[in-house]
């Protein structure tokens, strides 16, 4: 397996855009975790997903952030609009349950001009 | 919610010198993982435990419940260590909280 695969590495637009991230989970696991990585707070839990059932959204940020899993091995991160705040590196991890270890992706670098 | 602190935050050491890196967390947990993060920015899970010490190569991670701290050792330094060193910590099936990180820069 190639791991936890997250797309694009890179992404840079302007303010007032709409931004959708992308995850690919190891095949078999069950959890997804969406983080969030910035110099003055850190990761920070987003959302995390079991069997595709959203179960804990209260790191969302506002309503701007949405994420969701159409399937079991994929799942996505919308901002819109995106603000220059929202700047940061958002990663995806995703583990067989809850409890196991996480397998981070290479994360996605997001800048908002 | 646990509150998650590392020590120190950025750390300077010569190759070849033992390293130790500290977690202190402050309610009880069900697991505590130390996670690498090297400059291309790829986060990697190093260990998880609950109790006791585990072992990998040059990298010992200890726990002590009771005094809900835990450390993280690197033997022999390498400048290849050179990354972002953070804990995190679960209680029962909640999220892990993270730490801030621990800066390390070897120096051959």
């Known amino acids: 397996d190639a791991g936890v695969i997250q797309s694009p590495r890179h992404e840079v637009t302007e303010m007032g855009q709409e931004v959708t991230l992308r995850c690919k989970l190891i095949s078999g696991h069950n959890s997804l975790f969406w983080y969030r990585q910035t110099m003055m707070r850190g990761l920070e839990l987003l959302i995390y997903f079991n069997n595709n059932v959203p179960i804990d959204d209260s790191g969302m940020p506002e309503d701007r952030f949405s994420a969701k899993m159409p399937n079991a091995s994929f799942s996505t991160l919308k901002i819109q609009p995106s603000e220059p705040r929202d700047s940061a590196v958002y990663f995806c991890?995703?583990?067989?349950?809850?409890?196991?270890?996480?397998?981070f992706g290479q994360g996605t670098r997001l800048t908002v001009v | 919610k646990n509150e998650v602190e590392q020590s120190p935050q950025n750390l300077t050491a010569q190759e070849g010198e033992f390293i130790t890196i500290n977690c202190s967390y402050s309610v009880g947990i069900s697991a505590l993982h130390w996670l690498q993060q090297h400059p291309g920015g790829g986060i990697v899970s190093l260990f998880m435990?609950?109790?006791g010490k585990k072992k990998h190569g040059r990298l010992i991670a200890t726990i002590n419940i009771q005094e809900k701290h835990s450390s993280l050792h690197i033997t022999a330094s390498h400048p290849r260590d050179s990354a972002v060193y953070i804990c995190?910590?679960?209680?029962?099936?909640?999220?892990?909280?993270f730490g801030k990180g621990t800066r390390l820069s070897v120096i051959a």
């Open positions: 995190a910590v679960r209680t029962g099936n909640t999220p892990l909280v």
């Open positions: 991890a995703s583990s067989l349950d809850r409890v196991s270890e996480a397998f």
């Open positions: 435990l609950s109790s």
